[in-house]
Each structure stands twice: as C-alpha cells, then as structure tokens.
C-alpha cells in the first residue's frame, strides 16, 4: 500500500483559503488515513495512501514526506510535488 506522513502547519490554514488546500489534497489524491493536530508542532499530521508515496509494505511505518504547493500570484495553485523526508 503507498502510504505515508505528511504535516500541514496550522498558519497556513490562517493565510490559505481552505478551497487552496482542498485542491492540493486532490492533486496529490490523497486519502487521509489518520489525522490529528500537534499543538506542540503547530501542525496536522496526517497519515494517509497516494499513488504519489512509495509503495510500504504490511506492518512498517510509513515514511514522512515534504510537500511542496507552487501558487500563482493570483493564489490558484499550478503545482504539487512530495519529497520522501525519512
């Protein structure tokens, strides 16, 4: 199964539109697994499948990856990428 981590900062959620972020999630086709906000973090760290993650097998830990959203000067989004972190 192709899962994996992400974290999300909680500030973005302030400067974003949501609409920005739900359009990220669709693009990576990600579907959240586990969800829960850190508060020592600051963030949403989210576990979930993407056909974008590495392939995981039964009973490991998924890795964490970065996730890069490239906007316009408008804030439409023209780009998502992940990066494996761990």
Known sequence: MRLGKIKISDRLLDRRDPSSLCEAFSKLKLFPVRCEHNYCTGA??????????D????????????????????????????????
Do not use: H, W
């Open 44 to 53: 949403f760290e989210i576990a979930g499948i993407s056909p974008m993650f």
């Open 55 to 86: 392939d995981v097998p039964d009973a490991q830990i998924p890795p964490d990856y970065e996730v890069a959203v490239v906007t316009d000067e408008n804030g439409g989004l023209v780009n998502v990428s992940v990066k494996r972190i761990s």
